[in-house]
Nanobody, 118 residues
Framework: QVQLVESGGGLVQAGGSLRVSCATS????????IGWFRQAPGKEREFVGSISANGAVTRYTDSVKGRFTISRDNAKRTVYLQMNSLKPEDTAAYYC???????????WGPGTQVTVSM
């Protein structure tokens, strides 16, 4: 089972950019499609986007299309979420997980907090 740890969150002004990372020491990382999710206070966790095992195919939820980009470096066993043109409504804890479609499986990591100020 892949155990993932998120990092790189922080405080950024609206319109700014931030890149968060999802890393693992597990050996099977390269076999999995990895998804990014986020959870804002008082809201359910939602799917943000995902990337295929070989990095060739990505998908995004409509609210982040054109602003967020997911990439991966399988040699480093790391997936990245590049977030541009950030909005206050992007404020949330961000999590990554292996996915089938948009459905995560396995255990959640600690997440990384992204806060976008006006």
């Amino acid at each position: 089972q892949v155990q993932l740890v998120e990092s790189g969150g922080g405080l950024v002004q609206a319109g700014g950019s931030l890149r968060v990372s999802c890393a693992t020491s597990g050996d099977n990382f390269n076999n999995y499609r990895i998804g990014w999710f986020r959870q804002a206070p008082g809201k359910e966790r939602e799917f943000v986007g995902s990337i295929s095992a070989n990095g060739a195919v990505t998908r995004y939820t409509d609210s982040v299309k054109g602003r967020f980009t997911i990439s991966r470096d399988n040699a480093k066993r790391t997936v990245y979420l590049q977030m541009n043109s950030l909005k206050p409504e992007d404020t949330a804890a961000y999590y990554c997980a292996p996915v089938v479609g948009v459905s995560p499986f396995g255990s959640w990591g600690p997440g990384t907090q992204v806060t976008v100020s006006m």
